[in-house]
Nanobody, 122 residues
Framework: RFSCRASGGGLVESGGSLRLSCAASDRAFRAYIVAWFRQAPGKEREYVSGVDQRGFSTPNAAAVEGRFAVSRDNTKNTVYLRMNNLMPEDTAIYYC???????????????WGPGTLVTVSS
């Protein structure tokens, strides 16, 4: 059964950087669009960024534009989220999700894995 899992979270100071990874269980991954979502305490899950099957980025959320970038390595069945200039408001659990078509709506994606916590200190 296909699955994907986010990793790479941690504690970082404001202005710092992290790279998250989304590792998929098998090559079926290559047929999917992969999106990153995040959920901060007390808030709804929100779209962050994504990448299509060919490696082209989907639009970033306005809150992360210019700071976050997504890349994809299909040979490793992995998608990355590079996060620069992190701010305390980026603190959240970050999830990756895979689906057949692009959307900023979480319910569109069929495959989700456990998230990874990113904490940005001020």
């Amino acid at each position: 059964r296909f699955s994907c899992r986010a990793s790479g979270g941690g504690l970082v100071e404001s202005g710092g950087s992290l790279r998250l990874s989304c590792a998929a269980s098998d090559r079926a991954f290559r047929a999917y669009i992969v999106a990153w979502f995040r959920q901060a305490p007390g808030k709804e899950r929100e779209y962050v960024s994504g990448v299509d099957q060919r490696g082209f980025s989907t639009p970033n959320a306005a809150a992360v534009e210019g700071r976050f970038a997504v890349s994809r390595d299909n040979t490793k069945n992995t998608v990355y989220l590079r996060m620069n200039n992190l701010m305390p408001e980026d603190t959240a659990i970050y999830y990756c999700a895979a689906g057949a078509s692009f959307s900023t709506v979480a319910a569109t994606y069929n495959h989700w894995g456990p998230g990874t916590l990113v904490t940005v200190s001020s």
